[in-house]
Protein backbone atom coordinates (compact mmCIF):
# COMPACT_ATOMS: atom_id res chain seq x y z
CA UNK A 1 0.00 0.00 0.00
CA UNK A 2 1.38 3.25 -1.04
CA UNK A 3 2.01 6.04 1.20
CA UNK A 4 -0.88 9.28 1.06
CA UNK A 5 0.26 12.74 0.25
CA UNK A 6 0.88 14.27 3.69
CA UNK A 7 1.39 10.78 6.05
CA UNK A 8 4.68 10.59 7.30
CA UNK A 9 6.35 6.96 6.66
CA UNK A 10 9.72 7.88 8.05
CA UNK A 11 10.91 10.27 11.45
CA UNK A 12 12.27 13.43 9.99
CA UNK A 13 14.17 15.91 12.38
CA UNK A 14 13.24 20.02 12.57
CA UNK A 15 16.11 21.92 12.98
CA UNK A 16 14.92 26.11 13.70
CA UNK A 17 17.76 28.07 12.77
CA UNK A 18 17.42 31.14 14.50
CA UNK A 19 17.41 34.55 13.23
CA UNK A 20 20.13 36.90 13.67
CA UNK A 21 19.84 38.36 18.03
CA UNK A 22 18.64 42.01 18.40
CA UNK A 23 21.20 44.24 20.29
CA UNK A 24 18.62 42.90 23.54
CA UNK A 25 19.10 39.16 23.66
CA UNK A 26 16.79 38.16 26.47
CA UNK A 27 13.97 38.08 23.55
CA UNK A 28 15.81 36.28 21.45
CA UNK A 29 16.81 33.74 23.89
CA UNK A 30 13.23 33.18 25.00
CA UNK A 31 12.25 32.38 21.71
CA UNK A 32 14.66 29.68 21.17
CA UNK A 33 13.77 28.20 24.57
CA UNK A 34 10.21 28.48 23.23
CA UNK A 35 11.24 25.97 20.26
CA UNK A 36 12.96 23.60 22.43
CA UNK A 37 9.87 23.32 24.51
CA UNK A 38 7.99 22.83 21.76
CA UNK A 39 10.03 19.92 20.33
CA UNK A 40 12.24 21.28 17.77
CA UNK A 41 15.38 18.83 17.03
CA UNK A 42 17.69 20.96 16.67
CA UNK A 43 18.09 24.31 17.24
CA UNK A 44 20.66 26.59 14.98
CA UNK A 45 22.93 29.25 15.55
CA UNK A 46 24.48 31.51 12.24
CA UNK A 47 25.42 34.49 13.51
CA UNK A 48 26.36 36.98 10.47
CA UNK A 49 30.17 38.91 10.47
CA UNK A 50 29.91 41.62 12.08
CA UNK A 51 27.74 41.28 15.02
CA UNK A 52 30.44 41.21 18.03
CA UNK A 53 28.80 37.80 19.38
CA UNK A 54 30.77 34.99 19.82
CA UNK A 55 29.00 31.86 18.49
CA UNK A 56 30.08 29.59 20.80
CA UNK A 57 29.40 32.04 23.99
CA UNK A 58 25.86 32.35 22.07
CA UNK A 59 25.44 28.59 22.50
CA UNK A 60 26.81 28.38 25.85
CA UNK A 61 23.79 30.84 27.02
CA UNK A 62 21.26 28.42 24.84
CA UNK A 63 22.72 25.55 26.61
CA UNK A 64 21.75 26.92 30.14
CA UNK A 65 18.08 27.78 28.55
CA UNK A 66 16.93 24.88 27.18
CA UNK A 67 17.25 20.86 27.86
CA UNK A 68 16.74 18.71 24.25
CA UNK A 69 17.34 20.22 21.66
CA UNK A 70 20.67 19.40 19.73
CA UNK A 71 22.32 22.77 19.97
CA UNK A 72 24.50 23.81 16.32
CA UNK A 73 26.72 26.39 16.15
CA UNK A 74 27.83 27.44 12.38
CA UNK A 75 31.72 28.67 12.64
CA UNK A 76 33.15 31.30 10.73
CA UNK A 77 34.19 30.92 7.63
CA UNK A 78 37.71 31.38 9.03
CA UNK A 79 37.75 30.64 12.64
CA UNK A 80 41.12 31.14 13.30
CA UNK A 81 42.21 28.41 16.83
CA UNK A 82 39.92 26.76 19.06
CA UNK A 83 40.17 26.63 22.67
CA UNK A 84 39.49 23.00 23.84
CA UNK A 85 38.34 24.65 27.37
CA UNK A 86 35.87 26.63 25.36
CA UNK A 87 34.60 23.44 23.69
CA UNK A 88 34.56 20.99 26.84
CA UNK A 89 32.63 23.62 28.90
CA UNK A 90 29.86 24.17 26.62
CA UNK A 91 30.00 20.62 26.08
CA UNK A 92 29.36 20.26 29.97
CA UNK A 93 26.53 23.27 29.86
CA UNK A 94 24.81 21.75 27.31
CA UNK A 95 24.97 18.18 28.48
CA UNK A 96 26.74 16.23 25.39
CA UNK A 97 24.25 18.30 23.28
CA UNK A 98 26.60 20.51 21.37
CA UNK A 99 27.55 20.52 17.67
CA UNK A 100 29.27 22.16 15.40
CA UNK A 101 28.40 23.11 12.07
CA UNK A 102 31.26 24.60 9.24
CA UNK A 103 33.42 23.93 5.84
CA UNK A 104 35.15 20.61 6.40
CA UNK A 105 38.55 22.63 6.57
CA UNK A 106 36.96 24.38 9.86
CA UNK A 107 37.23 21.21 11.95
CA UNK A 108 40.99 20.94 10.96
CA UNK A 109 41.74 22.01 14.48
CA UNK A 110 39.20 20.27 16.62
CA UNK A 111 40.20 16.73 14.72
CA UNK A 112 43.85 17.09 15.61
CA UNK A 113 45.20 15.80 19.01
CA UNK A 114 41.90 14.13 20.67
CA UNK A 115 43.68 15.60 24.34
CA UNK A 116 40.56 17.75 26.41
CA UNK A 117 38.42 17.64 23.56
CA UNK A 118 34.84 16.90 23.71
CA UNK A 119 33.05 14.39 21.42
CA UNK A 120 31.42 16.27 19.18
CA UNK A 121 28.85 16.38 16.40
CA UNK A 122 30.14 17.70 13.16
CA UNK A 123 27.54 18.96 10.68
CA UNK A 124 29.62 19.46 7.54
CA UNK A 125 28.61 21.96 5.12
CA UNK A 126 28.16 20.38 1.56
CA UNK A 127 26.61 23.66 -0.66
CA UNK A 128 23.89 26.48 0.22
CA UNK A 129 21.30 24.77 2.64
CA UNK A 130 22.62 21.22 2.30
CA UNK A 131 24.65 19.30 5.55
CA UNK A 132 25.71 16.62 6.63
CA UNK A 133 26.98 14.39 9.59
CA UNK A 134 27.80 10.71 10.45
CA UNK A 135 24.71 9.24 12.46
CA UNK A 136 25.14 6.95 15.07
CA UNK A 137 24.96 4.01 13.01
CA UNK A 138 28.16 5.90 10.82
CA UNK A 139 25.75 6.55 7.57
CA UNK A 140 25.69 9.64 6.41
CA UNK A 141 22.51 12.30 7.57
CA UNK A 142 21.92 15.18 5.20
CA UNK A 143 19.75 18.41 6.73
CA UNK A 144 18.66 21.05 4.14
CA UNK A 145 17.12 24.49 4.95
CA UNK A 146 13.42 24.24 3.77
CA UNK A 147 10.64 27.18 3.73
CA UNK A 148 8.77 28.49 6.81
CA UNK A 149 5.09 26.34 6.11
CA UNK A 150 2.53 27.62 5.23
CA UNK A 151 0.36 25.76 7.32
CA UNK A 152 -0.05 22.34 8.56
CA UNK A 153 -1.13 20.87 6.01
CA UNK A 154 1.58 21.74 3.86
CA UNK A 155 4.11 21.27 6.72
CA UNK A 156 2.75 17.32 6.99
CA UNK A 157 3.81 17.44 3.46
CA UNK A 158 7.04 18.56 3.84
CA UNK A 159 7.74 15.84 6.52
CA UNK A 160 6.66 13.18 4.22
CA UNK A 161 8.62 14.38 1.21
CA UNK A 162 12.03 14.44 3.07
CA UNK A 163 11.10 11.41 4.32
CA UNK A 164 11.10 9.90 0.89
CA UNK A 165 14.18 11.74 -1.05
CA UNK A 166 16.17 9.84 2.78
CA UNK A 167 16.54 13.56 4.53
CA UNK A 168 17.92 12.91 7.93
CA UNK A 169 16.21 17.05 8.70
CA UNK A 170 15.21 19.96 8.10
CA UNK A 171 15.91 23.48 8.87
CA UNK A 172 13.61 25.80 9.01
CA UNK A 173 13.37 29.50 10.02
CA UNK A 174 12.06 30.39 13.21
CA UNK A 175 8.36 31.72 13.46
CA UNK A 176 5.35 32.00 15.03
CA UNK A 177 3.74 29.66 12.83
CA UNK A 178 6.56 27.01 13.21
CA UNK A 179 6.16 27.59 16.78
CA UNK A 180 2.84 26.77 17.07
CA UNK A 181 2.92 23.94 14.59
CA UNK A 182 5.79 22.00 16.56
CA UNK A 183 3.63 23.07 20.22
CA UNK A 184 0.48 21.33 18.74
CA UNK A 185 0.74 19.40 15.43
CA UNK A 186 -2.97 18.58 15.61
CA UNK A 187 -4.54 21.39 16.70
CA UNK A 188 -7.10 22.71 13.91
CA UNK A 189 -6.31 26.18 12.83
CA UNK A 190 -3.59 28.25 12.81
CA UNK A 191 -2.43 30.85 16.05
CA UNK A 192 0.63 32.40 13.74
CA UNK A 193 -0.10 35.56 15.99
CA UNK A 194 0.97 34.13 19.19
CA UNK A 195 4.21 35.42 20.06
CA UNK A 196 7.23 33.48 20.31
CA UNK A 197 8.29 33.61 23.86
CA UNK A 198 4.58 32.90 25.06
CA UNK A 199 4.12 29.65 26.90
Excluded: K, Y
Excluded at 57 to 62: G, N, R, S
Excluded at 124 to 132: H, I, Q, S, T
Amino acid sequence: MEPQVGEVTATVSVGVLLAPPPEELGGWLADAAAFDSAGADAIWVDLPSGTGLDPLAVTAALASLTFRSLLVAALPRSPGGWRADTLATIARLSHGRLALCGEPSAFADLTEGDEGRPDLALFRRLDDGVFERASAGGTPERWMRTASPEGRAAWRVALAEAAERGVGGLLVPAGPRLLDILRNPDARGDRSDLQLAQG
